[in-house]
Structures are given as structure tokens and as C-alpha cells.
């Protein structure tokens, strides 16, 4: 189970006009030029994880031509990148990606049994479609991204840290469709981790077998303090040694 250092929740609503709403020290945005805005305030550097780094990514590409490839944990920048159930792994595919060649998701697309042994989502009843990420020494100060579906139409919510309870009742989201839309927190405080999760996928009633499933990319999010990362040199030394490994193999 991902150990959650926080016990409160947040969650994206519908805003009718892009922008932020505020709790307590949690600004929420649904539209990514404002929350890049924000983010920028705090001083820190912002990542951008698109998925597309090969020495990270790699072992996790799901093609039409090699079938699935999936994994239980993805690190990658200094962000521990999981499915939010035990159930599931996450992979890439072409198919996921707003822009550059992958995107990100879980799979299989989420828990739908109640109760799924093993699982660790902490709400009664089904745990929908979504991914999970976890910080590592330091906290984060925001993090945002991009979500589609191909079930429209899904609800995605933004949580942090664990919860109980019903989500439905109190998490606060947002519509997804076909067209990728943006999501954003940042909590000058800091987080742990985080939690995007789909809400509206059904498996009982009158929506029997109206699963939903989501589709991520794009994410950029910044921490308390800057992560070390390789000197340029280094990255370029680390892609020589894969693309002639990649060469002897073929």
C-alpha cells in the first residue's frame, strides 16, 4: 500500500470559465496557462513528464504489434507513478498521448469488483479507473495534467492524499471527454501524493457494465525544492549506450 503523508482530500469542479478556485492554501485550475502562472509564483522548477523518455518508459509500451507491456511502478523525475488500485499495473501506448508518440494509463482500466481483494483505494464499494503518484524526499507544490476518454463521458477528480468515505458525495470534479482536458493543483503547503480517479464508470443499476476508462499526458508539476538531475552530458552518454545496445539487438 502507498503510504500517504496527508489525510485530506481536494478534487477538481466544472468551472464554467478557466481559471483557479481557492481552499484554504489549494488552488485548483482547469486551465493549464493559469496554473502554469501559479506554479511559476513559488520560484521552483517546473518538470514536464510526457512519457517519452525511453531509459525510464521504456520497458512500459503497449503497441499493436507486441501486445501489452506493463509494470507495477514507473520513477521517473523524482514522482513514483502507479495505478490507484493493487489490481491493476499502468502502461504506455500511442493511443493515450496528446502530444509526442505516448501516453499514460492503467491497466487493466481500474477495479470494478467490490470488494477487489488486495485493493487499496479506501472507498466501500467500486474503485474506477485512475493512476496514483507518490513524491519521494520532498514534497510537491502542484501538479497538473492532461485526461481524455474513450467512454465518454467519464468524471475525473483530483484527490490528495488517503481518504474514506464516499468520493461521489465529497470530492469536488470534473467532465472528461474524447478531447483531452487539463487539470491543476497547487497547495504552496505541500503534498505527498496524489490520486486522479474516475468517478462515473458503473457496474451495477440502471448503467450496468458502463465502465469508464481514462487516458492521461502532459503532466508538469514542480516540488519544494529542485531534484538533482544528470548533467547534460551524462543523458547524452546514457542515450549513446541505448541506442547501441538497441542497434546490436536487431
Not at 465502465?211 to 547534460?232: E, N, S, W
Request: glycine fraction near 12%.
Amino acid at each position: 500500500m502507498i503510504p500517504y503523508a496527508r489525510y485530506r482530500l481536494i478534487g477538481l469542479a466544472a468551472l464554467l470559465i478557466p481559471g483557479a478556485q481557492a481552499a484554504a492554501a489549494v488552488s485548483v485550475y482547469t486551465d493549464q496557462a493559469s496554473y502554469l502562472s501559479a506554479l511559476s509564483a513559488l520560484g521552483q522548477p517546473i518538470y514536464h513528464e510526457g512519457f517519452e523518455a525511453d531509459a525510464a518508459w521504456g520497458h512500459v509500451r503497449t503497441t499493436i504489434v507486441d501486445g501489452p507491456a506493463v509494470a507495477p511502478a514507473v520513477s521517473n523525475l523524482g514522482l513514483t507513478w502507479t495505478a490507484n488500485n493493487l489490481s491493476s499495473d499502468i502502461t504506455t501506448s500511442n493511443g493515450a498521448a496528446r502530444s509526442g508518440s505516448w501516453g499514460l494509463y492503467s491497466s487493466p482500466h481500474g477495479s470494478y469488483t467490490a470488494p477487489d481483494p488486495g485493493t487499496d483505494c479506501d472507498v466501500p464499494g467500486d474503485c474506477g479507473d485512475g493512476l496514483r503518484g507518490t513524491a519521494g524526499t520532498r514534497d510537491l507544490i502542484g501538479i497538473g495534467g492532461w485526461f481524455a476518454t474513450n467512454t465518454p463521458f467519464a468524471k475525473v477528480g483530483l484527490f490528495l492524499g488517503n481518504y474514506g468515505g464516499d468520493p461521489e458525495a465529497a470530492a469536488l470534479k470534473q467532465a472528461v471527454g474524447t478531447a483531452p482536458v487539463f487539470f491543476g493543483l497547487v497547495d504552496a503547503d505541500g503534498f505527498s501524493a496524489f490520486e486522479f480517479r474516475e468517478l462515473e464508470g458503473k457496474t451495477e443499476g440502471a448503467f450496468d457494465g458502463d465502465l469508464k476508462y481514462v487516458f492521461a499526458d502532459d503532466f508538469r508539476f514542480a516540488y519544494t525544492t529542485p531534484i538533482p538531475l544528470p548533467a547534460p552530458h551524462l543523458l547524452l552518454g546514457a542515450g549513446a549506450v541505448a541506442l547501441a545496445v538497441r542497434r546490436r539487438r536487431r
